[in-house]
């Protein structure tokens, strides 16, 4: 797989929100999650249906395979 873009996520522990950054592009999620985890899990479909990574990065199959670093 290669994509030239890092997906970078930032949760903060205290308001439970998420940040991804993209690139040079930063998105706040919508949602707040219980957990890093589930935050993780929310930044790569975001990312996947929302960024349109789907179409972008070949060797990815499904949301879950794309790498995402939990900052």
Request: net charge negative; with cysteine.
């Amino acid at each position: 797989m290669h994509f030239e873009e890092t997906l970078e996520l930032h949760f903060d522990l205290l308001s439970h929100k998420a940040l991804l950054c993209c690139g040079a592009r930063d998105y706040v999620l919508p949602d707040i999650y219980p957990t890093k985890e589930m935050a993780r899990i929310a930044a790569q479909k975001f990312a996947w249906e929302t960024l349109g990574l789907k179409e972008r990065v070949p060797g990815c199959r499904q949301a879950s395979d794309l790498p995402v670093w939990l900052r």
